[in-house]
């Protein structure tokens, strides 16, 4: 394996740097020259971003196609109950369920990668299949999390808040939805003492701007999921506010009612005109990295993960071309210096590591030959991949 690589004709997003040199997993230095004994890689004038932060997605559901059966949801509670009655007949949950749990759980890490999200926050138990080699992305283990009030009970949510550490964030699922009860519950959460700079909200759409701005007082952020939301309800958080204090990370919860994918996600994003699109290139970045208190991650600087996402300049700034890519215009995912989907088998090449090409979307494109194989063996039935030969 080479000691370093050094990727030229690069647009460093967030740095005045056209190269960007990983050695040992991080990055070693920006703009400068190739070293002796480097390998090399051209990126033909791509631009260059931090591996993308997907705040919330329940990587097991991927498998899943949307579902619901009323038009609009009043609460998240309503059609959580519509479930109960079809897990054991309905074979749009039956055939997905039947999958086993560490392909359900890659299948919804190789979403992530596709789409440039090189650190996914989980929020379900953590699994051992996180830890492998071939599993595709980071998944943030420093966190604590409780599901909601109204799955859970507030003596259970109270306690898992009490137990986060300070430093760690606390994610809970709150005021999802446009009732009264779902705004009720941050009053509720406040009451129970679990409203404070580490709390994260994901959803929040039955929140007003003044109930938003009282919480961001208190340090809460949330963590948006506007495809889920407008499926579901029809309706979500008014974040513009929140955005332009930092407190808002991005989301793309499951296929079960979000987005395909957090390029996806960034494009409904786009859509409610809440927020433009530096301000989203914010959201899945350091603003996320931020909230998620992640602070290696969010950012290309000398001594951070080499973890990336480069694009082909499909616009004229690096936000505008992030809203207008999809998972087949990406030209190359790194995780700690490791290439793991690009477009060609150079970045492989050049970093010492096997490549198998793939399919996606159409297009011909190159996966890790570890995340080949284990997709190849797990049996994983991404829509839109293929492996050669398969």
Not at 50 to 61: K, M, S, T, V, Y
Not at 140 to 147: D, I, P, Q
Not at 240 to 255: E, K, N, P, Q, Y
């Amino acid at each position: 394996m080479s000691a370093a690589v050094t990727y030229l004709n690069a647009r460093v997003v967030g740095a005045a740097a056209d190269s960007l040199r990983v050695a040992r997993g991080r990055v070693a230095a920006l703009g400068e020259r190739p070293a002796p004994g480097d390998a090399v890689v051209d990126l033909d004038g791509a631009f260059v971003f931090p591996g993308l932060i997907n705040a919330h997605d329940h990587l097991q559901l991927n498998n899943f196609a949307r579902l619901k059966w009323r038009d609009r949801y009043a609460n998240a509670r309503d059609w959580i109950a519509d479930f109960q009655p079809r897990w054991a007949a309905d074979p749009r949950l039956l055939g997905p369920l039947a999958v086993p749990l560490p392909a359900r759980l890659f299948q919804g890490a190789l979403k992530n990668l596709l789409s440039g999200a090189t650190t996914v926050a989980h929020h379900d138990p953590a699994h051992y299949t996180f830890h492998r080699r071939d599993f595709p992305v980071r998944v943030v283990s420093r966190m604590c999390y409780s599901h909601s009030l109204g799955v859970q009970g507030e003596r259970a949510v109270a306690a898992a808040y009490r137990r986060t550490p300070r430093g760690w964030p606390w994610i809970i699922h709150a005021a999802e939805g446009v009732d009264a009860a779902a705004a009720a519950e941050a009053d509720a959460l406040a009451a129970l003492g679990c409203l404070g700079a580490n709390t994260l909200l994901v959803h929040g759409v039955a929140l007003h701007p003044a109930a938003w701005a009282a919480l961001a007082a208190r340090g809460v952020g949330l963590v948006w999921c506007p495809a889920s939301n407008d499926f579901l309800f029809g309706a979500t958080a008014p974040v513009a506010d929140l955005a332009a204090r930092g407190r808002v990370a991005l989301g793309s919860d499951s296929r079960l009612s979000g987005a395909a994918d957090l390029l996806a996600e960034l494009r409904c994003a786009a859509a409610t005109g809440q927020v433009d699109a530096a301000a989203l290139l914010r959201l899945v970045t350091i603003d996320a990295a931020a909230l998620l208190r992640l602070p290696q991650a969010g950012r290309l600087a000398v001594g951070a993960p080499a973890d990336l996402l480069a694009l082909p300049a499909l616009a004229a700034t690096p936000a505008a071309t992030l809203l207008a890519a999809t998972r087949a215009d990406v030209r190359l995912v790194l995780v700690a210096g490791q290439p793991r989907y690009a477009d060609a088998p150079g970045a492989f090449a050049a970093n010492g590591s096997a490549a198998s090409r793939a399919t996606v979307d159409g297009r011909p494109k190159v996966l890790s030959a570890a995340i080949a194989r284990r997709l190849a063996h797990l049996g994983v039935a991404e829509p839109g991949v293929t492996l050669d030969g398969a």
